[in-house]
């Protein structure tokens, strides 16, 4: 948003020492990041990444006294965090507590995105980072609604059943006694052995265990699951070295070798006792159908818009933690507002506003 819309704040800023204020402060954040904004500047939206790469908007709201008084703050997250703010604050400290406290709910989407992808999710969609629940489908007649606590994603989840009478039954009674299986997947969260006293080799490995995690597989040198694999087997094997010549207790060398790599699908199919399914080829492919740019899932019936008049949502960003739809013809009038935008015949190639991905569309004719 670069080139028409910070024109725009411009011719703003000189109008008054508070459009002067608010331009300078996005400076601050960059125009790269601002989404969009309100005609008096008081409504502005900001995107930004998580370190998975999830994309995140935050909506700030600010009123006459700005900044005298804290702006309000809306986000697709499951709660919101106390905005700390002072008569010397600026946009930018809103824009670093929103980062942290992306940082806290980590683990909770970790989880939530493994459910999606292993899971037979009842009416998956695109999914909102706010919702802590999912329904998934147990058998024909059967679901179970799962709550997730936020700030302990792994904790065992509220439910409930949902389906035949006899199939509730069986799920509840299922629930209720083997529930105390529930273990803790200590792959979500950081590497650690509870009931075990330090111990200084020991404590040496699960340190490297956080910094390969914090910093990420490939940056390491290790990708994906493999990496992990290959980094677990090492560990294990000079555990199981040392144990063998008696310098590490038997019962610290076990707690680490049950921390193995235990998924939430098969935590839940373990207490339920039951073979869960796995995603339907629908869910898989099942896109975003909202544009991300005007927010509607069809375009208005008009003979302007030609063979587009009324059409879904047809051009969708490639970056796999984004995949946000749009409108051909919404994308395209957003990349002819930006100056970086190129064009080679009748494409045309820019970033998505959401991503900053590389994104190409094709011009529409239109009428």
Same mark, same amino acid.
């Given at each position: 948003?670069?080139?028409?819309?910070?024109?725009?704040?411009?011719?703003?800023?000189?109008?008054?020492?508070?459009?002067?204020?608010? %331009?300078?402060? *996005?400076?601050?954040?960059?125009?790269?990041?601002?989404? =969009?904004?309100?005609?008096? /500047?008081?409504? /502005?939206?900001?995107?930004?990444?998580?370190?998975?790469?999830? *994309?995140?908007?935050?909506?700030?709201?600010?009123?006459? $006294?700005?900044?005298?008084?804290?702006?309000?703050?809306?986000?697709?997250?499951?709660?919101?965090?106390?905005?700390?703010?002072?008569? #010397?604050?600026?946009?930018?400290?809103?824009?670093?507590?929103?980062?942290? @406290? /992306?940082?806290?709910?980590?683990?909770?989407? #970790?989880? !939530?995105?493994?459910?999606? @992808?292993?899971?037979?999710?009842?009416?998956? =969609?695109?999914?909102? =980072?706010?919702?802590? @629940?999912?329904?998934?489908?147990?058998?024909?007649?059967?679901?179970?609604?799962?709550?997730?606590?936020?700030?302990?994603?792994?904790?065992?989840?509220?439910?409930?059943?949902?389906?035949?009478?006899?199939?509730?039954?069986?799920?509840?009674? !299922?629930?209720?006694?083997?529930?105390?299986?529930?273990?803790?997947? /200590?792959?979500?969260?950081?590497?650690? *052995?509870?009931?075990?006293?330090?111990?200084?080799?020991?404590?040496?490995?699960?340190?490297?265990?956080?910094? %390969?995690? &914090?910093?990420?597989?490939?940056?390491?040198?290790?990708?994906?699951?493999?990496?992990?694999?290959?980094?677990?087997?090492?560990?294990?094997?000079?555990?199981?070295?040392? !144990?063998?010549?008696?310098?590490?207790?038997?019962?610290?060398? &076990?707690?680490?070798?049950?921390?193995?790599?235990?998924?939430?699908?098969?935590?839940?199919?373990?207490?339920?006792?039951?073979?869960?399914?796995?995603? $339907?080829?629908?869910?898989?492919?099942?896109?975003?159908?909202?544009?991300?740019?005007?927010?509607?899932?069809?375009?208005?019936?008009?003979?302007?818009?030609?063979?587009?008049?009324?059409?879904?949502?047809?051009?969708?960003?490639?970056?796999?933690?984004?995949?946000?739809?749009? @409108?051909?013809?919404?994308?395209?009038?957003?990349?002819?507002?930006?100056?970086?935008?190129?064009?080679?015949?009748? *494409?045309?190639?820019? #970033?998505?506003?959401?991503?900053?991905?590389?994104?190409?569309?094709?011009? #529409?004719?239109?009428?």
């Amino acid at each position: 948003m670069e080139c028409a819309d910070q024109k725009r704040c411009e011719e703003l800023a000189k109008s008054s020492s508070f459009y002067r204020r608010i %331009y300078s402060e *996005v400076e601050e954040i960059g125009w790269e990041h601002l989404v =969009r904004f309100g005609e008096d /500047l008081r409504l /502005l939206s900001f995107h930004t990444k998580d370190k998975k790469g999830r *994309v995140h908007i935050l909506q700030i709201t600010l009123d006459g $006294s700005y900044p005298n008084h804290p702006p309000s703050i809306a986000a697709d997250v499951p709660y919101l965090f106390n905005l700390k703010w002072s008569i #010397n604050s600026r946009l930018k400290d809103a824009i670093q507590q929103f980062h942290k @406290h /992306l940082e806290k709910l980590q683990d909770f989407w #970790n989880l !939530m995105d493994d459910i999606d @992808h292993s899971l037979l999710v009842s009416d998956l =969609r695109y999914p909102q =980072r706010a919702l802590s @629940h999912r329904q998934l489908n147990i058998s024909n007649d059967s679901y179970i609604i799962l709550s997730i606590d936020a700030n302990d994603p792994t904790s065992l989840p509220d439910c409930r059943f949902l389906g035949s009478d006899s199939g509730v039954e069986r799920l509840r009674a !299922m629930w209720r006694k083997n529930c105390k299986r529930w273990k803790k997947d /200590l792959t979500i969260g950081r590497w650690r *052995v509870a009931g075990c006293k330090s111990y200084s080799v020991f404590s040496s490995m699960i340190g490297v265990l956080n910094i %390969y995690q &914090e910093k990420g597989f490939r940056d390491c040198g290790l990708v994906g699951k493999d990496g992990f694999k290959f980094l677990f087997r090492k560990v294990e094997e000079v555990l199981l070295a040392i !144990m063998s010549l008696g310098d590490l207790s038997l019962k610290m060398t &076990e707690s680490f070798l049950r921390m193995r790599d235990k998924p939430f699908s098969e935590n839940l199919a373990h207490v339920l006792d039951i073979q869960l399914h796995g995603p $339907s080829s629908i869910q898989k492919t099942d896109a975003q159908t909202e544009c991300g740019i005007c927010y509607a899932q069809y375009l208005p019936i008009d003979d302007e818009l030609g063979d587009k008049s009324g059409s879904g949502t047809d051009c969708t960003c490639e970056n796999n933690s984004c995949s946000r739809a749009f @409108h051909s013809v919404c994308l395209g009038d957003w990349l002819r507002s930006i100056t970086t935008t190129r064009q080679s015949f009748d *494409v045309l190639f820019g #970033n998505c506003p959401y991503c900053s991905d590389p994104i190409a569309v094709k011009m #529409n004719t239109r009428k």
